[in-house]
């Protein structure tokens, strides 16, 4: 144990990764002007801060694979970067734009959505090593603050206030810190096969697909955001009789295995 202590202090002296860590410092950045802008009621600008911190989170990991820069430095900075732009910031952008009314139940719902984050990545950290790449294991924060700065995009597009559906707003709060810390799996998107050759519609699609977003943005952003929201509960409930029959037959084995012993 302290021959890791010693290991850890000596790598710290001889310094750390700079670009990887710049990335994963303009997350952090985003995400305290996303909380700045929400108190002050620049609710826009806040949603908008989560999306930059979101392109900063992704680059920093991508990055520091690219130039082999990863450190046990930058992945305990980066979980600490993304609870302030993913959870404390988002928790209040929902807070002071629609929660703030519901008193007692609004505030506890924009903790809940921080301690649920707080969780999932405690978690996350620990199942790295051990869980599926292609799945997550419960939604990312990433997500579930992107689908907030979604929401407040699309009322501000529509011109609806925060006023509207404000119901809605504080059950979807409470659904995205249980989808967070529940075994409902997640698609990645760090499958390999993703950035080998696909076939040409694949290009013509993604052209199309970024054609539309261009042309609607917080529509788009928002439609695309609540369908991977609900991608983890619909396929969980799809897969459900799947997983139920493979339990049984695997109780049954183990049954008679106990029986063949005896």
């Not at 620049?42 to 082999?68: E, M, N, P, Q, Y």
């Not at 978690?123 to 294991?137: G, H, L, Y």
Request: with cysteine; aromatic share 14%; hydrophobic share 50%.
């Amino acid at each position: 144990m302290s021959e890791q202590k010693e290991s850890r202090s000596e790598s710290m002296r001889k310094g750390i990764y700079i670009l990887p860590n710049l990335f994963t410092t303009g997350s952090l950045f985003a995400g305290f002007y996303g909380m700045v802008a929400g108190v002050s009621g620049d609710f826009h600008t806040a949603a908008i801060s989560i999306f930059a911190a979101l392109i900063c989170d992704g680059l920093d990991g991508k990055v520091a694979r690219a130039t082999g820069t990863t450190s046990k430095f930058g992945v305990e900075y980066d979980s600490l970067a993304d609870l302030v732009a993913f959870g404390v910031a988002p928790g209040l952008l929902m807070y002071f734009w629609a929660l703030k009314p519901f008193g007692r139940l609004g505030w506890l719902a924009a903790f809940l959505f921080v301690v649920c984050g707080a969780l999932r990545l405690a978690r996350f950290n620990v199942q790295v090593e051990t869980v599926e790449s292609k799945r997550f294991t419960g939604l990312p924060i990433p997500a579930a603050a992107s689908m907030v700065a979604a929401t407040v995009l699309f009322f501000h597009h529509m011109g609806w206030p925060s006023s509207y559906k404000k119901l809605a707003i504080l059950i979807l709060i409470y659904f995205l810190a249980f989808l967070m810390v529940s075994s409902v799996k997640y698609y990645s998107f760090k499958d390999p096969e993703l950035i080998k050759k696909q076939p040409f519609g694949f290009l013509v699609l993604a052209v199309l697909l970024l054609i539309i977003i261009a042309a609607e943005p917080a529509i788009m952003m928002f439609g695309l955001f609540v369908c991977y929201i609900l991608s983890g509960p619909i396929t969980f409930l799809v897969t459900l009789p799947r997983r139920r029959r493979l339990e049984k037959a695997i109780h049954k084995v183990n049954a008679d295995g106990g029986k063949k012993k005896e």
